[in-house]
T-cell receptor, first 114, second 112 residues
Framework: EPEVTQTPSHQVTQMGQEVILRCVPISNHLYFYWYRQILGQKVEFLVSFYNNEISEKSEIFDDQFSVERPDGSNFTLKIRSTKLEDSAMYFC????????????FGQGTRLTVV | GENVEQHPSTLSVQEGDSAVIKCTYSDSASNYFPWYKQELGKRPQLIIDIRSNVGEKKDQRIAVTLNKTAKHFSLHITETQPEDSAVYFCAARWKNTDKLIFGTGTRLQVFP
């Protein structure tokens, strides 16, 4: 069964450093998402991406965040200058026919900012 | 504001009993309501979803009901098994956007 894959599974970074989280969505999917989950809390929407541009973003997704689809397979989330409060599990997701169809989640990247 | 309320936060049942988790949403334009199961340290996995043009959907031991007028939807698990133990999240697609707004989660424990 096709899966969304994310790398790395765990990233530890110093406060102020830049991090790039990588995702390979399911190959025929067109809609891509990033969500985050702070430990013990609910999953929160960050951003959605379709047709090579951001279609929706939350208030969490400020100027420190950016997304990119650098080639036909990868979808990345960059945090330019990490803060302690960015520590969370970051999930990538993708869907084929859009927001009203199933979003498949990757296994997540645990980001720890120290 | 954007909010999906979920109750209870924890639920303990004996194996074989039923479990019910309830969610309410505030946006009357929401039209897609998935339920995700998340085991410890793993990804959320869709277990069932419902769209606003139906009132109930069933898949084996799992069912979801939707009351659009009251703006609430519920997950029903019958004949629970220990492997049903996990955190369950409801979600609602928000207005005419791409985003899913998640509930706060319910930790379900099924005791043998």
């Amino acid at each position: 069964e096709p899966e969304v894959t994310q790398t790395p599974s765990h990233q530890v970074t110093q406060m102020g450093q830049e991090v790039i989280l990588r995702c390979v969505p399911i190959s025929n999917h067109l809609y891509f998402y990033w969500y985050r989950q702070i430990l013990g809390q609910k999953v929160e929407f960050l951003v959605s991406f379709y047709n090579n541009e951001i279609s929706e973003k939350s208030e969490i997704f400020d100027d420190q965040f950016s997304v990119e689809r650098p080639d036909g397979s990868n979808f990345t989330l960059k945090i330019r200058s990490t803060k302690l409060e960015d520590s969370a599990m970051y999930f990538c997701a993708s869907s084929d026919f859009g927001p009203n169809t199933e979003a498949f989640f990757g296994q997540g990247t645990r980001l720890t900012v120290v | 504001g954007e909010n999906v309320e979920q109750h209870p936060s924890t639920l303990s049942v004996q194996e074989g009993d039923s479990a019910v988790i309830k969610c309410t949403y505030s946006d009357s334009a929401s039209n897609y309501f998935p339920w995700y199961k998340q085991e410890l340290g793993k990804r959320p996995q869709l277990i069932i979803d419902i769209r606003s043009n139906v009132g109930e959907k069933k898949d084996q031991r799992i069912a979801v009901t939707l009351n659009k007028t009251a703006k609430h939807f519920s997950l029903h698990i019958t004949e629970t098994q220990p492997e049903d133990s996990a955190v369950y999240f409801c979600a609602a697609r928000w207005k005419n956007t791409d985003k899913l707004i998640f509930g706060t989660g319910t930790r379900l424990q099924v005791f043998p």
